[in-house]
């Protein structure tokens, strides 16, 4: 299933990767230095791998595999060992479409260095491996870095942002980011993360924290989506996607009316809301409990006399 290249071969054709340097000079990852050609049917993809499966065709990685039948495969893989599966004897850690490309030729087995680095070292290897990749999306990697969170490999965010070298506040916002695609009605809105907009999936999620505008935006996402299933319209793009959610919330606030009927310290204690379709909202603060509840009761017929009187 594997054959090890000699050192000339290894030289001739193992690319010096920042990853790849990381690996050889590691004195845990010794016995590991060795380049393999492994069998391509007996690789899949590790689960934490940041690349959409839009990129795994052969359209899209023509250009990769037509170099690797003219030159060979000038970078190797990294591969890290599967136990328990009977079909797969590696995950690929780093260099998914090489893979991928090395599929489509016929005989052709894939350069690989393999690892014994836990999930949270192949997270950070993938990382530097990628960050100057020009054709992975910002919301690719979004996603990729919430699902690593969720994995437990990070105490933090503080410690993702540490040890993957970005502040604290980019991973934060990529990961906010990225929550929209915890929704499967607004996730089947797009093909792929490839359309989806950092900038607008923010703002979006920003917005599903309330629940007021979720649910105005899980009702328009479903009417895109029979738009989209039915063909009544040319199909939107993701930033058209988004930013007609974004809009729908906005367009309903305009119809609202909100006044502060009492303030303390420049701090809004009871408010009322008035919503040309949904009726009178009254918005209450705990800090009501300190005052005059005369008061706040005698403001709160008042709001109500003059919305029913409308």
Same mark, same amino acid.
């Given at each position: 299933?594997?054959?090890?290249?000699?050192?000339?071969?290894?030289?001739?054709?193992?690319k010096p990767a920042d990853w790849i340097n990381a690996i050889l000079e590691n004195p845990s990852e010794k016995k590991n230095r060795l380049l393999l050609?492994?069998?391509?049917?007996?690789?899949?993809?590790?689960?934490?791998?940041?690349?959409?499966?839009?990129?795994?065709?052969?359209?899209?990685?023509?250009?990769?595999?037509?170099?690797?039948?003219?030159?060979?495969?000038?970078?190797?893989?990294?591969?890290?060992?599967?136990?328990?599966?009977?079909?797969?004897?590696?995950?690929?850690?780093?260099?998914?479409?090489?893979?991928?490309?090395?599929?489509?030729?016929?005989?052709?087995?894939?350069l690989a260095y393999v690892t014994e680095a836990d999930d949270k070292q192949c997270m950070i290897i993938m990382h530097s491996e990628n960050a100057d990749s020009q054709d992975i999306s910002d919301f690719e990697r979004a996603v990729?870095?919430?699902?690593?969170?969720?994995?437990?490999?990070?105490?933090?965010?503080?410690?993702?942002?540490?040890?993957?070298?970005?502040?604290?506040?980019?991973?934060?916002?990529?990961?906010?980011?990225?929550?929209?695609?915890?929704?499967?009605?607004?996730?089947?809105?797009?093909?792929?993360?490839?359309?989806?907009?950092?900038?607008?999936?923010?703002?979006?999620?920003?917005? %599903?924290? !309330?629940?007021?505008?979720?649910? *105005?935006?899980?009702? =328009?996402?479903?009417?895109? /989506? $029979?738009?989209?299933? #039915?063909?009544?319209?040319?199909?939107?793009?993701?930033?058209?996607?988004?930013?007609? %959610?974004? !809009?729908?919330?906005?367009?309903? *606030?305009?119809?609202? =009316?909100?006044?502060?009927? /009492? $303030?303390?310290?420049? #701090?809004?204690?009871?408010?009322?809301?008035?919503?040309?379709?949904?009726?009178?909202? %009254?918005?209450?603060?705990?800090?009501?409990? *300190?005052?005059?509840?005369?008061?706040?009761?005698? /403001?709160?017929?008042?709001?109500?006399?003059?919305?029913?009187?409308?």
């Open positions: 299933m594997s054959e090890v290249l000699d050192n000339k071969s290894a030289t001739k054709q193992g050609e492994i069998d391509t049917k007996r690789c899949k993809p590790w689960k934490y791998h940041n690349r959409d499966k839009l990129w795994l065709t052969r359209s899209r990685c023509l250009d990769l595999i037509r170099s690797i039948e003219k030159n060979g495969q000038i970078e190797p893989v990294l591969l890290r060992e599967v136990k328990d599966d009977p079909d797969y004897d590696f995950e690929i850690i780093c260099g998914v479409r090489r893979w991928f490309s090395c599929m489509q030729i016929a005989n052709q087995k894939v990729s870095f919430a699902e690593q969170m969720k994995s437990g490999a990070f105490k933090n965010q503080s410690d993702m942002a540490k040890a993957m070298g970005l502040s604290q506040s980019t991973i934060c916002k990529m990961i906010k980011a990225a929550d929209i695609f915890q929704h499967d009605w607004l996730r089947d809105l797009f093909d792929s993360k490839l359309e989806v907009p950092m900038r607008h999936a923010y703002a979006l999620s920003s917005l %599903l924290r !309330k629940p007021a505008y979720y649910t *105005l935006i899980e009702k =328009e996402a479903a009417l895109i /989506l $029979e738009e989209k299933t #039915k063909k009544q319209h040319a199909a939107l793009s993701g930033t058209e996607t988004l930013r007609r %959610l974004i !809009k729908h919330v906005k367009g309903n *606030l305009m119809q609202q =009316e909100v006044s502060v009927l /009492l $303030e303390q310290d420049q #701090k809004p204690i009871l408010s009322a809301r008035k919503d040309k379709s949904r009726g009178l909202y %009254l918005n209450l603060d705990p800090q009501a409990k *300190l005052l005059n509840h005369h008061q706040i009761q005698d /403001l709160c017929h008042k709001a109500i006399d003059a919305f029913l009187s409308d």
